[in-house]
């Protein structure tokens, strides 16, 4: 069974600070992995899909990079303002399956 | 304008009593499905449907029904409530075509005494 596992859980930083979130799965055999950020209370914005053929996404300040083989992600999120604080869920769809599987998210304070 | 609406947001029940949570989109997606979010939990995923009359269990299915009738629609049914599943429900959907990025509903928060 997939398991998908974000480190830092939180994470507190200055504005203007360059940071990386992770984001690891247990089976490297997927098709896509998505990055959503959560707003306290609401839904979830889609952020970045990167496809298992493609090693990054970029849009913006954030840029995601995909390592199948070793069954990592990365989001980078560049020049971080308040706005930005929120958290952040990266997910995993299965080659072999329709399941979607999150990781348990990394809540992110970005201070003034 | 694209979206995935759902109906109630919020939502007091009591333990027994049936109710639906439904889920509508208008991007002619094939692929829906539901998701509860707990604290410490996370997100997990409940039912989906790859297309109409087509549904399959994801990780936590018990206590739920779903059905698949019309393509834009994906109602989740709860026959018989329970305060184990007083929850933060999301709807997604997704075209097959467009590499599976999923686009997520509001929520609905339900609580059941």
Redo the contacts between chains.
């Keep these: 069974k997939q398991e998908v596992t974000q480190i830092p859980a939180a994470l507190s930083v200055p504005e203007g600070e360059n940071l990386v979130l992770n984001c690891s799965f247990t089976d490297s055999a997927i098709y896509n992995l998505q990055w959503f950020r959560q707003d306290p209370g609401k839904g979830l914005t889609s952020l970045l899909l990167i496809q298992s053929s493609q090693r990054e996404q970029t849009s913006g300040r954030l840029n995601a990079s995909l390592d199948k083989s070793s069954g990592r992600s990365t989001l980078y999120i560049a020049a971080s303002q308040p706005g930005d604080s929120a958290t952040y869920l990266c997910a995993v769809f299965l080659d072999a399956g329709n399941m979607l599987t999150f990781g348990g998210g990394t809540r992110l304070m970005v201070k003034p | 304008e694209a979206q995935v609406t759902q109906n109630p947001r919020y939502l007091i029940t009591v333990t027994g009593k049936k109710l639906t949570v439904t889920c509508s989109q208008n991007m002619n997606h094939e692929?829906m499905?539901w998701?509860r979010q707990d604290p410490g939990l996370?997100?997990?995923?409940i039912y989906?449907s790859?297309n109409v009359e087509v549904t399959?269990k994801?990780?936590v299915p018990e206590g739920y029904k779903v059905s698949r009738k019309e393509k834009r629609n994906f109602p989740l049914i709860l026959e018989s409530p329970s305060p184990n599943q007083t929850s933060l429900y999301?709807c997604?959907s997704s075209g097959l075509g467009e590499?599976?990025?999923?686009?997520?509903?509001?929520?609905t928060r339900l609580l059941v005494l």
Excluded: H, N, V, W
């Design positions: 692929y499905s998701y996370g997100l997990r995923q989906y790859m399959d994801g990780d999301f997604a590499g599976k990025t999923q686009y997520f509903g509001p929520g």
